[in-house]
């Protein structure tokens, strides 16, 4: 079993960034695929970033060359980087874990539909 535990959302303007942390036990064998999904109430989660054990990562179209998403294993910690923010990024953000050895892409896609996941933190962006 795999806990986490998200920090660092807040409130910014357009254009302005954030650096959002998720903390996690240290059960590897659950962990290969992790990263972070968002989900505005009343819509579908939607994937954000991914990371996998080799180091691959992968990101969604909507986010891509705006976030990072990173990993300190020795501090069992997981970071997205949110840079350049817009209005539309503006949701509770989850970071996730899965099992399964599978590619960045791959990964990005399940992510979403994870057991292991943190309760979120919220980013709220404003025009």
């Known amino acids: 079993q795999v806990v986490l535990v998200e920090s660092g959302g807040g409130s910014v303007q357009s254009g302005g960034s954030l650096s959002l942390r998720c903390a996690f036990s240290?059960?590897?064998?659950?962990?290969?695929?992790m990263g972070w999904f968002r989900q505005v109430p009343g819509k579908a989660r939607e994937p954000v970033a991914a990371i996998v054990g080799d180091g691959g990562t992968a990101y969604g179209d909507s986010v891509q060359g705006r976030f990072t998403i990173s990993e300190d294993n020795g501090a069992n910690i997981l970071y997205l980087q949110l840079n350049n923010l817009m209005p539309e990024d503006t949701a509770m953000y989850h970071c996730a874990a899965r099992p399964e050895r599978v590619t960045p892409s791959r990964c990005l896609e399940i992510l979403p539909f994870s057991i292991y996941r943190g309760r979120g933190t919220q980013v709220t962006v404003s025009s």
């Open positions: 240290r059960a590897t064998s659950d962990r290969y695929c």
